[in-house]
């Protein structure tokens, strides 16, 4: 009975003082990994909607370059981040919206960003996710992000919709290449890429 | 327990062992018994995160690091951690060391922590660690535990910075992001990059380290 009793307050104390530990190294690095996120975050915003910066640029000069050239905006539940620079005379260049859902082993986040027409593509990028790498992972990859690029969210006759074709045949102005292997995570990706551009489709045809 | 009979580093004046030993333990830990090239522990890292020196080189920092914390406090703690949940007790110790340092890299080396992924969490579960902690500093004094640590540490940092430097000198003709290879001449070849490259490095690398040491006496 002693000897059990010494095991466990031997293990409560051992935990205690882990866990404090743990703890303390936590809320003193937490602003610093919320910061990193914060520039990760912008990082892709700036990506997607194609901003040109240095690729060493440090999280103070992203932040910097973000608020000088993008602008938030709120619409219809969904945050719009609108590339307007300042040389443009306020007029919106390209926007961006994110989107997430699940993918196959977790969530799928990123940004689409689309031309001001709100109909061709300008931008993909992926900046969260757990897909198998080397083959779902791929998605983040900028040989299948760029094929987005200057794709529309609808195919000619007006169906909404970016398709991800299996089998190298993507032909048409709304159809991309799937990844080989990959069909699982191709097949999330384009359901979770419709669902935002049925929303945006949506809030278009509001404003008439 | 074997620190019975060699009391402390520092009165082990009976034998005369204890420079010895130290030394010993540091040979037999990064060379006679290199856990990479002779065990054949630990290597999904090492097999994973050596496509660049860069990340090598803080893998092996990242393994050095906890290594000789889990090894130090198991062997402080060797003669109260009840034997029931002595395993437990060194889980512990290790996930924490582990952890501090996947939160110092994620606050101040943001870059290298994405190239990590997973893997420097994955070292909770890394076979060195554990081995040593179970197999050493459980019957050790607490400065030749540490003396073991660095040891089994450097063994894997080394193993693992050779094989990131001819990765990523063959499969991209650059040496920590550096161009060595001139882009004229060299074609970068990618199968070094993708994970057979890791097998075919890590294979000759376990032969030459094998030639040179010898057979086992």
């Known amino acids: ?208 | 327990m074997a620190d019975r009979q060699q009391p402390g580093c520092l009165s082990c004046g009976v034998k005369g062992l204890c420079g010895g030993r130290g030394l010993l333990t540091l040979k037999d830990g990064a060379w006679t018994n290199n856990p990479l090239a002779v065990q054949v522990l630990g290597i999904c890292s090492a097999l994973a995160v050596t496509n660049r020196l860069e990340s090598s080189l803080v893998m092996g920092a990242a393994l050095i690091f906890v290594c000789v914390g889990s090894n130090l406090f198991v062997s402080l703690l060797r003669k109260r951690t009840p034997h029931r949940i002595r395993m437990i007790t060194e889980v512990a110790i290790i996930a924490t060391f582990v952890i501090l340092f996947d939160q110092f890299l994620k606050a101040f080396y943001w870059d290298m922590s994405k190239q990590l992924g997973p893997y420097v969490g994955l070292i909770i579960t890394n076979c060195i660690i554990m081995g040593r902690a179970e197999a050493f500093a459980l019957q050790n004094p607490p400065i030749l535990s540490i003396v073991d640590g660095v040891a089994n540490g450097l063994g894997y940092a080394v193993a693992l910075a050779i094989i990131g430097f001819f990765r990523e000198l063959l499969g991209a003709g650059e040496v920590l992001g550096y161009a060595v290879l001139g882009s004229g001449w060299y074609t970068p070849n990618q199968l070094m990059i993708l994970a057979p490259g890791a097998f075919f490095v890590f294979g000759v690398v376990i032969a030459i380290f094998n030639a040179l040491k010898g057979p086992d006496t």
């Open chain 1, 1 to 208: 009975m002693k000897g059990n009793l010494y095991t466990l307050s031997y293990a409560a104390i051992l935990g205690t003082v882990c866990a404090l530990l743990l703890t303390a190294a936590s809320s003193f690095t937490a602003p610093y990994r919320a910061a990193n996120a914060e520039a990760e975050e912008i990082l892709n915003i700036l990506t997607a909607l194609k901003v040109s910066f240095q690729a060493d640029a440090s999280p103070e000069q992203l932040v910097e370059i973000f608020n000088t050239n993008v602008r938030r905006r709120s619409r219809g539940g969904q945050t719009l981040y609108e590339y307007c620079p300042p040389d443009a005379e306020g007029k919106t260049q390209a926007a961006a919206v994110r989107f997430s859902g699940p993918g196959l082993w977790g969530p799928i986040n990123g940004f689409l960003a689309l031309e001001p027409d709100m109909r061709t593509i300008r931008g993909v990028t992926f900046y969260e996710q757990e897909e198998t790498p080397g083959l779902g992972g791929e998605i983040a990859s900028v040989w299948f992000r760029r094929q987005f690029e200057g794709k529309r969210i609808a195919d000619e006759t007006g169906k909404i919709g970016i398709i991800i074709k299996p089998g190298g045949k993507a032909s048409t102005i709304n159809e991309v290449d799937a990844i080989t292997g990959a069909t699982m995570t191709c097949d999330k990706v384009e359901v979770i890429l419709n669902e935002v551009i049925n929303k945006i489709v949506e809030e278009r045809n509001k404003d008439g």
